[in-house]
T-cell receptor, first 119, second 110 residues
């Protein structure tokens, strides 16, 4: 059964860049069907899609963060990554990586990683 | 502000049934199917219903979903204490080229 695991720092300073990686196991990121995305959840709030990548490197981003976000894929490592620049306190959230089909919501989620923005 | 609209809370007693609603627009629920997720405290969301009314294996048939026009519903029958959780709806948005979510409904089992 496919598994996703997020990794990255739990604390990031304001104005810096947040970098997270999602490792895909028990399955291939090079599937011609699935997209690989990042979703976040601020404390006590709802879920927000950040962006997704296809194994070819094609990306789609939420306009709310598009100017600050890069999602990339490394098929050789079966990983995909998130970079979010110019971090502020409003970026404090649990960050989840997930798999989805085009036109569908996520069906497999990572366990999530909590990121706190603080000096 | 979430793209899909959910009531913030719902409640019921053990054994009762409860319905959670989700409202969207023509660019999301109106043209695409709806997923429902259950999120227990401190945990990742778990897929409960996909394609509006399909249950993944292992999800009890007490959970059912439906969709009409730009709205969707999650029905839970025979409430159990372990159903107490946050429930989120989601749908693909054709304008965003990505999934959008509801703000979540906190279900309390009294």
């Amino acid at each position: 059964q496919l598994q996703l695991q997020e990794s990255g720092p739990g604390l990031v300073r304001p104005s810096e860049t947040l970098s997270l990686t999602c490792t895909v196991s028990r399955g291939s990121i090079s599937s011609a069907r699935y997209y690989w995305g990042w979703i976040r959840q601020p404390p006590g709030r709802g879920l927000e899609w950040i962006g997704s990548v296809f194994f070819t490197g094609k990306t789609y981003y939420n306009p709310s963060v598009k100017s600050r976000v890069t999602v990339s894929v490394d098929t050789s490592r079966n990983q995909f990554s998130l970079e979010l620049t110019s971090i502020t306190a409003t970026d404090t959230a649990a960050y989840y990586c997930a798999r989805h089909l085009w036109g569908d919501g996520p069906d497999v989620w990572g366990q999530g990683t909590t990121v706190t923005v603080s000096s | 502000q979430s793209v899909l609209t959910q009531s913030p809370s719902a409640s019921g007693t053990p054994g009762q049934g409860v319905t959670i609603s989700c409202s969207g627009s023509s660019s999301n629920i109106g043209t695409n199917t709806v997923d429902w997720f259950q999120q227990l405290p401190g945990m990742a969301p778990k897929l409960l219903i996909y394609r509006s009314n399909q249950r993944p294996s292992g999800v009890p048939d007490r959970f059912s979903g439906s969709k009409s026009d730009t709205s969707a519903s999650l029905a839970i029958s025979g409430l159990q204490s372990e159903d107490e959780a946050d429930y989120y709806c989601a749908a693909w948005d054709d304008s965003l080229h990505g999934p959008v979510f509801g703000g979540g409904t906190k279900l309390t089992v009294l």
